[in-house]
């Protein structure tokens, strides 16, 4: 049985980029902070690759 595959090629792309600019110490958030935190730096890759239209999973709903 085949698996789907979660994140397209370019998301995966955008994501490696992202914690590339993390682990040099360059990844900045929005609000100008320097991102320390690895689960923030991946988050942001995501966020990125969903703006571009890049396959990645539908945001999940926060039960409230």
Known sequence: MAD????????QEKIGEVMHEF????????????????KQAVAIGISEAREE???????????K
């Open 4 to 11: 789907k595959k979660k994140y397209g090629d370019k998301a």
């Open 53 to 63: 239209g890049d396959k990645v999973p539908p945001k999940k709903d926060s039960k």
């Open 23 to 38: 682990k040099e110490g360059k990844l900045k958030s929005s609000s100008g902070d320097k991102v320390t935190d690895r």
